[in-house]
């Protein structure tokens, strides 16, 4: 058993929830670097920014994600601060353009799945150029695994020098029409990470009702870094909203101490996942 710490990462927004779905979700910059401030002092060390239109509508406004960085870095200092480069709602040809902000990390899709009412597509010209802008920039991607197949899409990039050795990637599971949240599925997809990219760093994430198992899961096999936060997940319970990420943030610390290990703090954090100083 591992007694490393775990690095949490908080999803505040994403592109999908609405106000009406819960009240307290963060979707003007001001609000979001609120609720992302909250939940630093619950324990969370890396946020994971999608920005919005005033309508609620995805964005890929630059000016957006640098307001929100901007305010991050202010109020929590080392914070690990990661733009979402994601596809739903948003222009592939846009969803690249805050790189220049340089944030810490950028999340990066290797490859096209099926969600509920989309295909998710990631063609590999866009995931060129995607990791490209990335590397140009110094920002580390976290790879997003959809599928197993994303997995070798990542070693391609790795193979073809645009992207660290030593990547950060994410299993995401329990969307529907794409990744299953089953255990044994968790078990193959590290397998195979481990025996295709060794030096990977890993984390999980749970989507819905399937956070907190996902996360156990996830725990209970060493993982580097966990996920929590208002895009996957608006509850608490069945029957309750989350009153903010940084509720979720502390369910999830709860669940890091239970398997006798600690929230990484912004320095270890950035150590664990081999990213610059603040």
């Known amino acids: 058993m591992t007694t490393k710490?775990?690095?949490?990462?908080?999803?505040?927004?994403?592109?999908?929830?609405?106000?009406?779905?819960?009240?307290?979700?963060?979707?003007?910059?001001?609000?979001?670097?609120?609720?992302?401030h909250a939940a630093y002092e619950a324990g969370?060390?890396?946020?994971h920014i999608h920005v919005r239109n005033d309508d609620e509508s995805p964005s890929s406004d630059p000016a957006r994600f640098a307001e929100v960085q901007a305010g991050v870095r202010k109020h929590c200092p080392g914070m690990i601060v990661q733009f979402s480069t994601g596809g739903r709602g948003r222009d592939p040809a846009a969803r690249g353009r805050s790189l220049v902000h340089r944030p810490d990390m950028a999340?990066?899709?290797?490859?096209?799945?099926?969600?509920?009412?989309?295909?998710?597509e990631n063609h590999t010209t866009l995931v060129t150029d995607l990791a490209t802008r990335m590397k140009t920039h110094d920002i580390a991607?976290?790879?997003?695994?959809?599928?197993?197949?994303?997995?070798?899409?990542?070693?391609?990039?790795?193979?073809?020098?645009?992207?660290?050795?030593?990547?950060?990637?994410?299993?995401v599971m329990g969307v529907q029409n794409a990744m299953p949240a089953?255990?044994?599925?968790?078990?193959?997809?590290?397998?195979?990470?481990?025996?295709?990219?060794?030096?990977?760093?890993?984390?999980?994430?749970?989507?819905?009702?399937?956070?907190?198992?996902?996360?156990?899961?996830?725990?209970?096999?060493?993982?580097?870094?966990v996920r929590t936060g208002l895009e996957d997940n608006?509850?608490?319970?069945?029957?309750?909203?989350a009153n903010g990420n940084a509720e979720l943030v502390s369910v999830a610390v709860e669940a890091i101490r239970r398997h006798g290990r600690a929230p990484a703090t912004p320095a270890e954090a950035r150590a664990i996942l081999g990213l610059r100083a603040a």
């Open 44 to 47: 969370a060390t890396l946020v």
């Open 182 to 225: 089953d255990e044994h599925v968790l078990d193959i997809l590290l397998a195979e990470t481990r025996r295709v990219i060794p030096g990977a760093t890993w984390t999980a994430a749970g989507i819905g009702r399937y956070q907190a198992s996902v996360m156990e899961w996830a725990l209970s096999r060493g993982a580097d870094a």
């Open 234 to 241: 608006i509850r608490i319970t069945k029957d309750r909203l």
């Open 141 to 171: 991607p976290e790879i997003e695994i959809f599928d197993l197949s994303h997995i070798h899409g990542a070693k391609s990039l790795i193979e073809a020098g645009l992207m660290s050795a030593r990547p950060h990637v994410q299993f």
């Open 5 to 36: 710490p775990v690095v949490v990462a908080v999803a505040i927004t994403g592109s999908v929830p609405r106000k009406k779905d819960n009240p307290t979700l963060p979707v003007l910059p001001p609000e979001q670097i609120e609720s992302t």
């Open 107 to 120: 999340s990066l899709s290797t490859g096209s799945v099926n969600f509920p009412t989309i295909v998710y």
